[in-house]
C-alpha cells in the first residue's frame, strides 16, 4: 500500500467507466451506488476515496482530473438537483443525500491557506528611531524639528527625531492556532484535491484536547466574525466556525465516527433524471401523468409521472432516464414494467392529442425514448451533443392485435439512446441542439423499421 505523500490524486479516485470496472465493483462488495467525497479514518479505514457515478470516463491528466472532480463537486452540490431528487420518480425511501459535512467551509479555508498561508493578527508598532517605514504624520505631530537659515535667508526644516511604523505578525494568539487546526483537519480529510498530504499541527488536536475547546473555538470566532469588516477575512471566519461547529457536534452525537464523512448520495438515479429533464424539458410532465382511481372509502388518486416530455417539430417525445449499467458494462436494461409504462404515457398522450386537448392543438405524433448514461466517444461527442449514440428499441407484443396500422405507431417502438456522463454533468442546462438531435434519431431509427 503505498504512503499517503506517495499517492497521487489518481489513487483517491473510484472510477466505474468500463465493463471490469462495474463487474469488480460488484465481486468485491463495493458501495457501487455512492457518489461523492467519503472519508474512513483509522487504521483500516481507506481514508479519501472520490467516488464517481457509473460511466464518467477516467482521466489521464491532473488538471483534467481536477476539473472532473470540481464537476462532480458542482453537481453534488446543487440544491436543485439535490431537492428535486426527493420527488423524483426513482426516488425511495432509502435515497439520502449527504451534505451535513461541511465541504464548501474546508475548501475555503485550505484556499486561504495556499493562498497566504496560516491567517495571523497584524499589530501596528510606532517607535522613534530610523528602522521601519517613517510615519510623517504623527513626526510632524510629536516631534519639535530644527530649523536652520542660509546666507540668503531661506529656512529649512529638518526632522531628526523620527516617529516610525512597523507591522509585527503574532503567530501565536489563539486565532492562528484555530486556523491551523482547521487546516490540518481539512488537509486530513480532501488535501488530496489540493495536492496537500501533511500540515502543521496546532496542539489542538488530541481527542481530549478538541472535546474541551470546541466552546472556546466557536466563541473566539463568533467574535472575530462580529468585529471584522474584511470581507476575505471575513469569509475564513465563517468556514472556520462551520468546520469547528460540525467537529463539535459529531463528537457529540459519535465519538469514535467525528472524523468520518460523507459528501455526496447514495443513489445517482434522481440526479440523472433531473439532469436529462433540464436539458430536454420543453414541456409542461405535469399536463401527461395518466390518473388512476380507486372507487372505495378514503380512496384518493394515483397518477403515473413520466420523467421527460419534450416538444420538437410538431411531435412530443417522452423520456424515460434511467441510469443503469447497460452502456458501461454491456448488460443491464430496462425491463418488462418499465417498457409497459412507457406504452401507457404514449397511448395516454396519444389519446389527448386526439381529442385536441389544451397544449396538444399542434402535435401530431408521439414517441417512446429510455436515456440511459455510458461513456461517449470523442468521435461520437463531434457528431451530436453530450455524444448521444443510438442503441437500439424494445416492443412489447401486449400490442400486438392485429390492427397493422396500430402496431406501426412510433411510439410502439421505445428508442434507447446513450449519453455521455461526464459532459452531461458539465452542462446539464436546456440544450435546444440536444433537443433536436435526439428527436432525428428516434425518428430516423422508427423510419428505418416501418420502410
Known amino acids: 500500500m503505498k504512503s499517503p505523500k506517495s499517492k497521487t490524486l489518481s489513487d483517491f479516485c473510484i472510477f466505474r467507466d468500463s465493463p471490469q470496472k462495474v463487474k469488480d465493483s460488484l465481486g468485491d462488495g463495493e458501495d457501487l451506488n455512492f457518489v461523492g467525497l467519503k472519508y474512513e479514518g483509522g487504521k483500516d479505514g481507506n481514508g479519501l476515496q472520490i467516488c464517481f457515478p457509473l460511466g464518467f470516463k477516467r482521466c489521464s491528466k491532473s488538471a483534467e482530473l481536477h476539473k472532473s472532480i470540481f464537476t462532480l463537486l458542482k453537481v453534488l452540490g446543487d440544491g436543485n438537483l439535490t431537492r428535486n431528487a426527493q420527488g423524483s420518480i426513482c426516488h425511495d425511501s432509502d435515497f439520502l443525500v449527504e451534505q451535513k459535512f461541511p465541504l464548501q467551509a474546508y475548501i475555503n479555508v485550505l484556499r486561504f491557506f495556499l493562498d497566504h498561508g496560516y491567517f495571523m493578527e497584524t499589530e501596528v508598532v510606532y517607535s ?201 458494462a454491456g448488460f443491464g436494461l430496462p425491463q418488462s414494467d418499465s417498457v409497459t409504462k412507457q406504452m401507457a404515457y404514449a397511448e395516454y398522450a396519444q389519446e389527448k392529442i386526439k381529442r385536441k386537448d389544451r397544449g396538444c392543438e399542434n402535435l401530431k405524433k408521439v414517441y417512446n425514448v429510455f436515456v440511459m448514461p455510458y461513456c461517449g466517444s470523442v468521435d461520437a461527442g463531434l457528431k451530436r451533443p453530450f455524444a448521444m449514440e443510438y442503441a437500439g428499441y424494445a416492443t412489447s407484443d401486449c400490442k400486438k392485435d392485429g390492427d397493422e396500422e396500430l402496431e406501426k405507431l412510433p411510439y410502439h417502438r421505445i428508442i434507447a439512446i446513450l ?33
Open 419 to 451: 449519453m455521455d456522463v461526464k459532459t452531461v454533468m458539465e452542462n446539464y442546462a436546456a440544450n435546444a441542439s440536444a433537443q433536436k438531435s435526439l428527436a432525428e434519431m428516434a425518428k430516423k431509427t422508427i423510419s428505418k423499421q416501418y420502410n
Open 128 to 328: 522613534r528611531g530610523k528602522s521601519g517605514k517613517v510615519n510623517w504624520s504623527r513626526t510632524i505631530k510629536l516631534t519639535k524639528p530644527i530649523v536652520s537659515e542660509d546666507e540668503s535667508g531661506r529656512c529649512s526644516t529638518v526632522y531628526l527625531d523620527l516617529v516610525t511604523r512597523k507591522t509585527n505578525h503574532q503567530d501565536d494568539l489563539l486565532i492562528t492556532q484555530i486556523h491551523k487546526f482547521c487546516v490540518y483537519d481539512g488537509v486530513q480529510k480532501i488535501g488530496p484535491l489540493f495536492g496537500l498530504f501533511d500540515a502543521e499541527k496546532s496542539g489542538f488536536e488530541t481527542d481530549d484536547f478538541a472535546n474541551l475547546y470546541y466552546k472556546l473555538f466557536s466563541q473566539t470566532l463568533q467574535q472575530k466574525i462580529a468585529n471584522t469588516f474584511n470581507d476575505s477575512h471575513l469569509n475564513l471566519f465563517n468556514s472556520m466556525l462551520q468546520i469547528v461547529n460540525y467537529l463539535g457536534d459529531q463528537k457529540i452525537k459519535d465519538n469514535d465516527k467525528a472524523r468520518d464523512f460523507k459528501f455526496g448520495v447514495n443513489k445517482f438515479a434522481p440526479l440523472w433524471e433531473n439532469m436529462v429533464e433540464s436539458i430536454f424539458g420543453n414541456k409542461n410532465r405535469e399536463d401527461f401523468y395518466p390518473k388512476c382511481v380507486w372507487h372505495v372509502k378514503n380512496a384518493t388518486s394515483l397518477e403515473m409521472r413520466p420523467d421527460t416530455v419534450m416538444e420538437h417539430d410538431g411531435d412530443l417525445f417522452i423520456l424515460d432516464s434511467k441510469f443503469y449499467k447497460y452502456g458501461v
